[in-house]
């Protein structure tokens, strides 16, 4: 079973509207964290969000959330005000297990966001 | 030079060249990791290293040889690869090797296997 899953390979959103980018994860562990990542064409990853298991407010930064469902395990992301240069792949990824060697981090397949003018 | 590095951006070879992929962090971070990511894949974890020993190995053929002679600085050497490598090869480095760190990572080798 996919640990991670995004079911929208690609997504469409008008220039300044919010849009919802899907991520349900599955695992049994008490102690995880679910971060969101950004690839441009360039090709680089740039980290937008983090949201701990823990965490009793869902996290924000800037025109990001996280709309953490824990008991649907869901982890959507938010984006508000969308603009044009936020057209890019999206990734969902999980690390699972506390103590010291929880860095291995599993990502989704993504999601294409088109931000039209 | 800021965040992570990686240099060549591009590389195209043959099947029988020798060649090496660098990394390179100005985060002061201590651990650093390489991924592969091929199309139509989700990323996949290749190598971690936490302060220069290696602690993740995952299943990855040994024509791929990682080196880390400091924290700042990451190797993947190639030899003898097949077309099935063809891949962007991004590298990532994190406070540490907790998981709670956010990742940061370069911009990635597009490599492309003749």
């Known amino acids: 079973a996919q640990k991670i899953t995004q079911t929208q390979p690609g997504m469409f959103v008008q220039e300044k509207e919010a849009v919802t980018l899907d991520c349900t994860y599955d695992?049994?562990?008490?102690?995880?964290?679910l971060f969101w990542y950004k690839q441009p064409s360039s090709g680089e990853m740039i980290f937008l969000i983090y949201q701990g298991s823990y965490d009793e407010q869902n996290a924000t930064e800037g025109r990001y959330s996280l709309n953490f469902q824990k008991a649907r395990k869901s982890a959507n992301l938010v984006i508000s005000a969308s603009q044009l240069g936020d057209s890019a792949m999206y990734f969902c990824?999980?690390?699972?297990?506390?103590?010291?060697?929880?860095?291995?981090?599993?990502f989704g397949k993504g999601t294409l966001l088109t931000v039209n003018p | 030079e800021t965040g992570v590095t990686q240099t060549p951006r591009h590389l195209v070879m043959g099947m029988t060249n020798k060649k090496s992929l660098k990394c390179e962090q100005h985060l002061g971070h201590n651990a650093m990791y390489w991924y592969k990511q091929s199309a139509k894949k989700p990323l996949e974890l290749m190598f971690v290293?936490?302060?220069?020993?290696?602690?993740e190995n995952n299943s990855v053929p040994s024509r791929f040889s990682p080196e880390c002679p400091n924290s700042s600085h990451l190797f993947l050497h190639l030899h003898t690869l097949q077309p099935e490598d063809s891949a962007l090869y991004l590298c990532a480095s994190s406070q540490d090797a907790r998981g709670y760190n956010e990742q940061f990572f370069g911009p990635g080798t597009r490599l492309t296997v003749l």
């Open positions: 290293y936490s302060l220069e020993e290696r602690v």
């Open positions: 695992t049994s562990d008490q102690s995880y964290g």
């Open positions: 990824a999980m690390r699972e297990g506390a103590g010291g060697s929880n860095y291995k981090l599993t």
